[in-house]
């Protein structure tokens, strides 16, 4: 008999509906029955691709014994990380803050009024390792409940008073400078592994909102050992098992330094942001490997992450089934010799194992290795490669596939269409222009109501009922704003600004201070707020980035002085944890260098076609200012006269020719008609 996430959207809390515990999804009727029954709350928190999320379920929640025991003694609440952040970001921090840790799943016992008093991540189903199990923690904490009532409500008052108190705030600090960035550079260059690549040990993450302030600041100060490190680090990550060798598209971390085990997940974000990296990595130096791992991973989400209304599903799992029926995380994935003899015959598989360094021991588990390119594979045969990949590739389609968390996230769909945009942009695939379109265009169809509030998340064309976050309002900001540079659509650029509006109206407090919840949204244990860029760009340094770039295309001061009040925190922390700042740094960099604002003005096509890239003069210019690698550039591309954005107003013709103008600071060069003076003035590698 199915329980009450029945009736939701989320994959995640579908996944539970059959569980015999009796769970509620986060509501105050939930909060309510534990008042009226006087038993805490059990809240357990994950997402659906989540490796040991589905070990604990299917160890404690799909055990009827201790599904009875916790139906008698707890409310039991189910909540999606991915549909609510914010729940999540709270409950996390009072883990981290207790127990020095955190991670998914996540368990958090609650009072009535959601206040926190004993905290966990994943427990066994028996005690393991010095780790207490699910039973015990449950009994233990019944227990305090009955007969140390007065203790549990002490922590709880404690625990929210302490959090309570740690309201961010960057007054007065001033705007990111020359000196702060050179910091956050030396400070990369201490943790860099200049042997592996990335930063720091494993578990090894891709670091791309650093490999994208490493990119800028090369553009802007010529600092060579910056764009090394970004290259380095990407060429790495290509090559090693975190990149899937056949599919495209990266796996969400390598459990080692070497890049070689990943933990093997696929999420969009960091699809999105990492092809969008590898795509402004070949911009600044026109790597062949870059080029293809872009265009590979933006395929890689067309072909596997679409949905049928347009927009981008989520993830897909880690683990699949391993034929035998049970679900083995990486069994999609790796290969044994014997299964590429299968597949290959002796020659080529023998060929295979020595390009994709599968070896007889196995790189991953029981004999099985993941496929990289080492380094020292030497120069192949082009097309040998390719028949060996096509055929392993049409192999492994017929395995059973990772599950694929369909709901589509604003914020990730918004990371993709910035990176389909521009990729398709740079390498002529109109085609991943049209997919980013398509996603922009559900993000207004079903996302955005009438008012310019996002809802979080879609399933299916249908809107969910959570409401959007700040990273949603910035990164969907950002894909509109990328997408209007690419398309020379304004419209694009006015729903930036719609949402941009609701960022100043409802997420800034006094002084630059951002928070991740709009200030009418449910009210929590205390407001989430963090700046720091985790997996993805904060909420905080999403919004700074975006206010900055409209900002540079409307003129807007109001815009340009929450984006630099919000850098601040940038200021802040960049010279202390670069690698947790990232996207801060990098729009610190936008900021540095303007940034440039590039209007690009054409004689009507046919008809008085005003769409982009009807003219050919303005398609070489267009593309050249859309190739510069100028820090947060913006670029704005239409008809002269035409009012599709403000950068055209009283930009003519020159020479009745087709003119681009680059203007930074309030200064103008001259305009300029020929594409190798555009390519100089903005440094276009092409």
Not at 298 to 321: C, Y
Not at 386 to 411: M, N, Q, T
Not at 494 to 515: K, S, W
């Amino acid at each position: 008999m199915a329980n009450r996430l029945a009736h939701e959207t989320s994959p995640y809390l579908l996944q539970h509906a059959d569980n015999p515990v009796d769970w509620w999804p986060w509501s105050p009727a939930a909060f309510e029955e534990a008042r009226r029954r006087d038993v805490p709350v059990l809240l357990s928190v994950g997402y659906s691709s989540c490796h040991w999320c589905h070990v604990m379920a299917g160890e404690s929640f799909e055990d009827e014994t201790t599904a009875r025991y916790m139906n008698a003694h707890f409310v039991s609440v189910k909540v999606d990380r991915e549909e609510r952040p914010d729940v999540d970001a709270v409950y996390m921090e009072a883990v981290q803050a207790a127990t020095g840790q955190g991670g998914w799943p996540m368990t958090v016992f609650l009072t009535a009024d959601g206040e926190p008093f004993y905290f966990g991540t994943y427990f066994p189903p028996a005690p393991r390792h010095g780790m207490a199990s699910f039973p015990q923690v449950l009994e233990g904490v019944s227990a305090a409940w009955k007969d140390r009532r007065g203790e549990v409500t002490e922590v709880a008052a404690r625990i929210v008073g302490e959090l309570a108190g740690r309201s961010l705030a960057y007054r007065g600090d001033g705007v990111p400078g020359e000196e702060e960035l050179a910091q956050a550079l030396l400070g990369l260059t201490r943790e860099y592994d200049a042997v592996r690549g990335g930063f720091g040990g494993a578990p090894k993450f891709p670091p791309s909102m650093a490999v994208e302030f490493l990119l800028r600041h090369n553009a802007r100060t010529g600092a060579e050992g910056a764009l090394q490190m970004a290259a380095d680090t990407c060429e790495a990550m290509a090559r090693g098992g975190i990149y899937d060798q056949l599919g495209g598209g990266f796996a969400r971390y390598s459990v080692d330094r070497e890049w070689t085990v990943p933990h093997f997940e696929k999420m969009l974000y960091d699809n999105a942001l990492l092809c969008r990296v590898y795509a402004h990595l070949w911009r600044a130096t026109g790597s062949d490997l870059a080029r293809r791992v872009a265009l590979e991973t933006a395929d890689f989400m067309v072909r596997e992450l679409r949905t049928a209304e347009g927009g981008f599903a989520s993830a897909l799992d880690a683990d699949s089934d391993d034929g035998s029926g049970a679900h083995v995380e990486g069994a999609f994935y790796v290969w044994t010799p014997d299964q590429l003899r299968e597949v290959l015959g002796e020659s080529d598989a023998a060929f295979a194992a020595r390009y994709f360094g599968v070896t007889e021991e196995g790189t991953f588990e029981e004999g099985a290795s993941v496929l990289q390119l080492p380094l020292d594979g030497g120069v192949a045969d082009a097309e040998r490669v390719a028949s060996v990949r096509r055929r392993l590739l049409a192999a492994r389609d017929g395995r059973p596939k990772p599950g694929r968390d369909d709901k589509v996230v604003a914020a990730w769909n918004g990371l993709a269409i910035a990176a389909l945009a521009e990729t398709g942009a740079y390498f002529d695939r109109l085609d991943l222009v049209e997919r980013a379109t398509e996603a922009a265009d559900l993000l207004v169809r079903v996302h955005l109501d009438d008012a310019a509030r996002l809802a979080r998340t879609s399933k299916d064309g249908r809107t969910g009922a959570n409401a959007g976050v700040l990273e949603d309002y910035g990164d969907v900001a950002e894909g509109f704003l990328a997408l209007a540079g690419v398309t020379g659509e304004g419209t694009w650029l006015e729903f930036a600004g719609f949402l941009l509006d609701i960022v100043l109206d409802r997420f800034v407090a006094e002084g630059g201070t951002l928070y991740d919840t709009a200030n009418d949204a449910e009210q929590l244990i205390r407001r989430p707020q963090d700046p720091t860029d985790n997996a993805t760009p904060s909420g905080w340094t999403a919004a700074a980035g975006a206010l900055l770039s409209y900002a540079a295309h409307t003129g807007s001061e109001a815009h340009r002085t929450a984006a630099e009040g919000a850098l601040g925190v940038v200021k802040a922390l960049g010279p202390r944890a670069p690698r947790f700042i990232g996207w801060g740094l990098a729009v610190a960099e936008a900021l540095l260098d303007g940034p440039r604002e590039i209007a690009v003005v054409e004689k009507p096509g046919p008809a008085g076609s005003v769409a982009a890239g009807t003219g050919p003069e303005r398609s070489a210019l267009h593309r050249t200012a859309l190739l510069g690698t100028a820090p947060g550039a913006v670029v704005a591309a239409g008809v002269a006269g035409s009012d599709e954005f403000p950068l055209l107003a009283d930009r003519p013709l020159v020479g009745g020719e087709a003119a681009a103008y680059v203007c930074r600071r309030f200064v103008c060069a001259a305009p300029m008609t020929e594409v190798s003076a555009l390519k100089g003035e903005l440094g276009v590698f092409e």
